[in-house]
């Protein structure tokens, strides 16, 4: 009996020791992270049996819609029937059944011209495009020339979502959706380029070549839209290893890690940062052999890996690939290098010492899995809980508002207010800098760019600015001309909207729209240059300066001021040619007149005498330094 039961311990033991052993190995294999390079894509798909919580709120956000097959669950656009006329062109958005088309007719004659099928929708949050394909199965996609704006709820030229003048052709924008947007709006892009060879050659006898419109690919995705492979990986070799129950077993009780996915909350700042600055950044593939290489297979960096061994990130300073448009880049960030356009926040977060000093990543303010899915930012994320992690000692309202000279529960004493102003533009609307830095006049009027205490108050100058700062936090900058050449003693609103090129007219005028907690006669100063820009050269300028005269016609309505200028502007079209609109302003002016009458009289800093009528010579002065540098500018978007 003694034998048997040493034998069965023995035995035991063995067992026992040979699951630990197992145990001990698969924590081990786990751990060793595979080539992720060489890793196939499963699909998000493949993760929702065993992650069905995250699957879930990622299925919620705008990643995921963000390309998807045109069906009539996924369209947004009003597919009415209803012509779009522009250029001697009429558009019709048409719809049959699940098939959506652009129809293209001669205007006036009526003969038809084409008729493409919409086959893919792009984006779903503030706007939405819509792409073709010729031919049509097995050829390039093409974005067409109308896209669906959202809060407008109206068709726009998708010429006017770009910083333009009125004068683009007609065909200016519909650009190869393969040759670039490609790579960010989905999910393991191969955009198969079929004549690279042919346009090199091309290049090489001294023919133009347009590579962004004279490319033809057959592009194949993973997955439309961004999926979770692009932020964790390629999943096959994830999904593989834990087809193992005792595999997840083991990993689950032992707390362990598991290599074969990427896991962002687990990188260092570095290297979870990059994991968004694939996309968040605008780049390029560091050598030409990537840029073929991207041309024909995709983009080689996978979540996880160094993305400065695979791109460089384009800055002011990198050298423009378009011979006849040196200043490409350069047009896209401030004259101190701090980004002016959306998809540069990487950039910008690299410029910021919260990032190299403090290690401070993407992921400590957005929450890609919670939050509201617009920024997806949590509610506790949107007020200064991030910034507190660092700066305890404004965690009290003592020692905030010491710090913001502005009430605790204001605006101003928000820290992204005054640390990530407004003053970046892109998709149609303007968006918080992501280089986190000090309010600066000096700075400000240096770069050109907007200062985040004129951002709230318009009417005032950069020398006002730089009095308070001087005054309330000892500020010991020095405040010498504004890179404009705009009066450092001119409300900096007013600098902005008649002086300014297209990016500063369009923050200006978004800014004025908001309730910033200013009384509505204050937010009212900022009225005359709003409707000058009524008559702006750029379509995005007239459309933002609609917007907000309408909410400070709402704002003095209720208010007890009374005003019909909202109801004015109902029938203006900002899309319309001067000639169109030119009924509709009319009534812009004669309600603006009924109404200055009852304001009280504008501020010192205004170019405006007492009756709000523009001072001549400082008006002329401001419009002048806006012809000067009323340049388009490319997004890149």
Known sequence: MRTKSVLAASALVAVVAAIGWAAYSTIVAAGQAPDFAAVRFTGSAACESCHDDRHASWARTFHRTMTQTATAATVQGDFNGVALNYGGVSVIPQQDGEQFWFEYRQAGSGELLNRLPVLRTVGSHRYQQYLTQEPVGDGTYYRLHYLWHNLDQQWVRVNNAFLHGDDLPFDQMVSVWDHNCIFCHNTGPEPNIQNFDELVARARRGEPVN??????????????????????????????????????????????GD???????????????????????????????????????????????????HVSPIWDWTPSPARDNPDLYRDRFWADGSPRLSAYEYQG??????????????????????????????????GNAPCLDCHQQFAEPAGLVEHTQHQPDSQASNCYACHMPYATYGVMTTHRTHRIERPDPGKSAAAGKPNA?????????????????????????????????????IADGYAQLLAGNAVQKAIAAVEAGKDQGLPASQRAQLLPALLALLDDDYPSSRRFAQHSIASISRALNQAGLKNELESALADYDWQATSQVRAPARARIDAAW????????????????????????????????IGARQDRQISIGE
Request: aromatic share 6%; glycine share 6%.
């Open 211 to 256: 590579a962004a419109n004279d490319a033809t690919y057959r592009s194949s995705v993973a997955e439309l839209g961004i999926g979770c492979e692009s932020c964790h990986a390629p999943g096959q070799a994830h999904v593989d290893a834990n087809q193992s129950v005792f595999r997840r077993w083991v990993l689950k009780l032992s707390g362990s």
């Open 259 to 309: 290599a074969t996915i990427v896991n962002p909350e687990k990188l260092d700042a570095q290297r979870s940062t990059q994991i968004c600055g694939q996309c968040h950044a605008q780049r390029v593939p560091k050598t030409d052999a990537l840029l073929r290489q991207w041309l024909d297979d995709g983009p080689t960096y996978r979540a996880g890996m160094n993305l400065n061994e």
């Open 349 to 382: 977060l690299l410029q910021s010492r919260c990032y190299t000093e403090a290690q401070l990543s993407c992921i400590d303010c957005h929450a890609m899995h919670g939050g509201d899915p617009a920024g997806m930012i949590s509610e506790r994320n949107r």
């Open 453 to 489: 205490c004129t951002n709230c108050h318009q009417d005032r100058s950069l020398q006002w600015v730089a009095n308070e700062l001087r005054q309330r936090w000892g500020w010991q900058g020095e405040l010498h001309t504004r890179l404009d050449g705009a009066p450092l003693a």
């Open 593 to 624: 007149a009924q109404l200055q009458a009852t304001l009280p009289a504008p501020s010192s800093e205004l170019p405006l005498n007492e009756q709000w009528r523009p001072d001549q010579a400082a008006w002329a002065q401001l419009l002048e």
